[in-house]
């Protein structure tokens, strides 16, 4: 499986919004659960949202209202629309199949204030 991420190379703004892709190939992506990590600089690597194969969704905390994923089974891709982006939420994101040991080199998101 490979997992090509992108969307975050431009500096955004406070209170911008970004939208990143991650395509993936293989053919069980339609029935991976799909999510959407984050590593800050000095931080760990968190979780920031997850969607399964039927569109159910679930966010940490930190971005629940700002940040919404979806996923387009037929073009094998994941998205995650970022709004009213802060500071805090720079770090590469990487998209990762649940329950797998597959992960993308990841895109960068910078947010400055």
């Known amino acids: 499986v490979q997992l090509q991420a992108s969307g975050g190379e431009a500096l955004c703004s406070l209170g911008g919004s970004l939208r990143l892709s991650c395509a993936a190939s293989?053919?069980?992506?339609?029935?991976?659960?799909m999510s959407w990590y984050r590593r800050a600089p000095g931080k760990q690597r968190e979780l920031v949202a997850t969607?399964?194969?039927?569109?159910?969704?679930a966010y940490a905390d930190a971005v629940k209202g700002r940040f919404t994923i979806s996923r387009d089974n037929a073009k094998t891709t994941v998205y995650l629309q970022m709004n009213s982006l802060k500071p805090e939420d720079t770090a590469v994101y990487y998209c990762h199949p649940v329950a797998t040991p597959f992960w993308g080199h990841g895109t960068q998101v910078t947010v400055s204030s």
């Open positions: 293989g053919s069980k992506f339609s029935t991976n659960v």
């Open positions: 969607i399964t194969s039927g569109g159910d969704t």
